[in-house]
């Protein structure tokens, strides 16, 4: 989002019919007294995504004020630089995801029980905007730890819409403070493969990973060292 070109576009295009639902809550949840919220960047799919990617809570660079004003893997920092990096070595693009946090609200932290509790109504409003959803992928511990309590309060949601979950570790930076190096290589091999998954859900082939490098494109981001 660094170049104000795409930013200002993807402001002006917020409320396209693809998006304009799922701004439309994040407009509701703003005035729920919880505090400010990101936008869902129209670059993705809306309510015509097959994948919902879920992480923990809105990062620094999504603020407006600093940021891009949304959740976007265009964003200026490295979870979702990492995240556009392995959605791109999966062949998944951005027209078939929509991303979103267990608490969508921004803290910069990560939520308590009580936080993610908060967090279940507005989850289950915004998968009820996606007809077409098959794939929920929950990335890190706050992520898994939202939906279960999603699913204890809806035991039948996933199962009633045919949801495929798909659980993984999150893209930042912190799942990989560990001082094993295969750890860490672990970790990045269970992300890769949880991708690919994902996309064999979606496309319904064998999905065959390609290396995870960085001079990919999602949507138009790319990466260079």
């Not at 004003?69 to 951005?94: C, R, V």
């Not at 979103?100 to 910069?108: K, Q, R, S």
């Not at 672990?186 to 992300?191: A, G, I, N, P, Y």
Request: positive net charge; proline residues 6%; glycine residues 6%.
């Amino acid at each position: 989002m660094a170049e104000s070109v795409f930013r200002e576009g993807q402001w002006r295009h917020r409320y396209d019919d693809h998006i304009a639902p799922i701004n439309r809550l994040v407009d509701a949840l703003g005035k729920s007294g919880h505090g400010w919220l990101p936008y869902v960047a129209p670059m993705y799919g809306g309510v015509n995504a097959r994948l919902l990617s879920l992480l923990r809570d809105p990062g620094p660079m999504t603020q407006a004020s600093t940021g891009s004003g949304f959740l976007s893997m265009e964003n200026d920092d490295a979870t979702a630089q990492a995240i556009s990096e392995y959605f791109a070595a999966a062949a998944i693009p951005a027209c078939e995801i929509v991303p979103w946090n267990v608490y969508p609200w921004y803290i910069n932290r990560a939520p308590k029980a009580r936080e993610l509790s908060e967090g279940v109504e507005p989850l289950r409003s915004l998968i009820e905007l996606l007809p077409r959803l098959r794939v929920v992928m929950l990335h890190g511990v706050s992520a898994r730890a939202g939906w279960k309590q999603l699913l204890a309060k809806y035991p039948d949601f996933a199962v009633e819409r045919g949801l495929k979950i798909v659980s993984t570790y999150h893209t930042s930076r912190q799942a990989f403070w560990h001082a094993d190096p295969l750890v860490r290589q672990s970790r990045k091999d269970h992300l890769e493969s949880s991708f690919a998954q994902a996309a064999e859900v979606l496309f319904d082939v064998a999905h065959h990973r390609s290396p995870l490098v960085r001079s990919t494109v999602v949507g138009r981001r790319r990466h260079r060292d």
